[in-house]
């Protein structure tokens, strides 16, 4: 597991040089667009973040998940590998990160549409 570890971008990396990574390419506002946390919204600081995604680690995970497949551009978790926290997910060796996802509110509005689509069309597949 060490092993795949070294290949995470988000192992040994800190909740604050992370947040700070986030808000350094993207900004406040598009990060709040993306990921709709109130700790990006209201008086929005890196300790206030580090605050809130410390104490919810659902919260926290959305924001590794963005980090990891937005912003580092990784592929996407399959398998077993999609059950695992996002920190103790590994990836092939080889596999480096890319250029974050260039991000404005219209591409944001439709990856939330298109997920939302997703959404019901699954659930419509299952039957519920």
Known sequence: MVEEQQNNPLHGLKLE???TELVECYDWKILYAALKLECFNLN???EGCLKFLKKTECTREKVEN???YRYKRMPK???DQFELKPRERGFAAGIV???PME???ESIARM???AAENFEANR???GT
Request: proline fraction near 8%; avoid cysteine.
């Open 17 to 19: 040089t992370l947040i």
């Open 44 to 46: 929005p600081s890196i």
């Open 66 to 68: 963005f980090y990891l």
């Open 77 to 79: 978790a399959v398998g």
């Open 97 to 99: 990160p890319r250029k």
């Open 103 to 105: 991000l404005t509110f």
């Open 112 to 114: 939330h549409a298109q």
């Open 124 to 126: 419509n597949a299952r």
